[in-house]
């Protein structure tokens, strides 16, 4: 028996996982992979709000980024937007995976790798593990497994239908002295209802694209091949050795029901990620407090998880919403080439700069972001079962 069974050992679900156990509860973290520091998913890209309320490693994280470029689909009359504070840092992954999981196991988390959540077993959860299957009974099981979670089908709860897909390359280069930039490309051919991407920090490159998987003329292969050879912003040549990224990414907005009296669903599971900017990092590490507090209550008290309704939520999504529906509608890049000498006109900055300079969060009615950094305390309700 265990307090709580975490599935998915992304930043949501280690994050949640060391929370809880810093706060007295047994925890245990199962993903299927065999090393956290591979099969990496996400770009990594940090905002500035996130930076300042995270203490993230420093040692994990690339050089300050102030600068944004948008590039129409010829690539020609390029929008530069320049911000006077860091507004991203893109960070290395593996390494922030790993840097996540040696304080889980030193807050008291138990952490099985190679382990596969399969589902209800009479009264507990079944595992497929490297010695085999095995049943674990837990109070509260919480979803950190991505955006198509086996663990909300179970609970049953809200699944994410509205996804993109997108994938990238990431390689290290030689320093030079050029501007950290983050290159935006619209194109609704090349990442029809998104974007594409060049990401250059001056330590590493990240060239990817990203769009719906049914609207790719050829294939979302054959868009990342062109992004890599033709992107505007890339001074490198592609190493065949590059390491690839890829994944569903949902952007239908924070899913309704998200909890049930047997558990919740946090990051990706739950929808937390913008509809517009598909940004995911900064909501997981804020509901992964939240799911924190809400865990510890109903542990103490012995309830049913209470204030965690992504119906009250959405309505932080409501224009990121419409605005997510307006570029869905955009399928010629002739109308985003005849529209997009507006983003240079002051109006057209300010807009823009509100997207991505902007310091808006989702979920907004979150606990304080460190809540889940106090240290451990003894549990407040004796006899309660644990294992």
Known sequence: MTDVLVVGAGLAGLHTATGL????????????????????RTTGIFVARTLADFPLPEAHLGPPISRVVLHPPSGRRAVTLDSPRTEYRVGDMAGLYLAA????????????LSTRFLGRDGDGWRLAGPDG????RARFLVGADGARSRVAAELGLDR??????????VFAVTRHDRPPAFHCVLDPVLAPGYLAWVVDDGEHVHVGTAGYPDRYPQGLAAALRRTTTTAPGL???VPVDAERRGGPIPVGGLLRRISSPEGLLVGDASGAVSPLTAGGLDPCLRQAAQAVDVLDT?????????GYDGAALRKAFRGRLGLRHGL???RSPWLVEAGFPLLATPPGRALAGAVLFGDRSFPDAVSDARAAEVPARPPAAPGRRRG
């Open 101 to 112: 999981a040696r304080d889980a196991v030193e807050a008291g988390v138990r952490i099985a």
């Open 160 to 169: 994410n239908r509205h996804l993109l897909v997108g994938a990238e390359v």
């Open 21 to 40: 156990a810093r706060r007295g509860h047994h925890v245990l973290l199962v993903d299927r992979r065999s090393r956290l520091d591979g099969a990496v």
């Open 235 to 237: 001074h490198h040549a």
């Open 328 to 330: 869905a509608a955009v």
């Open 133 to 136: 299957d095995r049943t674990v």
């Open 298 to 306: 109903a542990l103490r008290t012995g309830a049913a998880p209470a």
